[in-house]
């Protein structure tokens, strides 16, 4: 098995395990860590989206990195960053720049995490909510007159990480063959 298959297996496995827990993470009414797991799955999309983005020798090696557990380098210019990934792969979807962000306040120790009591929705600017909101409403069927809350997603969580995992399989599989 080469390297780009070795990525492809990884990717999938954490994947697979992803869809298992949100499934268990569902059934018990753990939102906020729902959403850590589906920013975990973004996080594998973004990488892919970003190893196709780049020349073969730059994917082989970044891929290598992942494979030897080397933080990832571009050979031409040094350090990748997650803000590079993400901007990469939101020119190319418009959603996973907001998903992303929402989704590390729920990884990293932050106010979001009071949200039986104060709901992070709360403190996004219109712009932002509209945005999710669009978003929502075109890949979920979410009615845009619903009020944006924890509790008014929860139920389309599971939706939205089957969105991501698709799309991250489709790119997988892009990257096999290439």
Known sequence: MGNTEKFCTIVRQRSKENKQAVSLLFRTGLTGQIISVLRQELDSLIR???????TLDERNHLINCTLTGQKWKLKSNGKVTDKQMVELANS???????????GCAFIHL??????SFNDPFENL???EINSIKSHLN??????MATTLTMNSISHYLPMIFDKIESNLE????ELEEH
């Open 48 to 54: 892919v989206i970003f190893l196709l983005n780049q």
């Open 92 to 102: 190319l979807h418009g959603w996973t720049k907001s998903v992303y962000e929402f």
């Open 110 to 115: 932050s106010s979001f995490h009071d949200y």
């Open 125 to 127: 600017e219109i712009k």
């Open 138 to 143: 075109f890949y979920h069927g979410f009615p």
């Open 170 to 173: 489709c790119y997988v599989k």
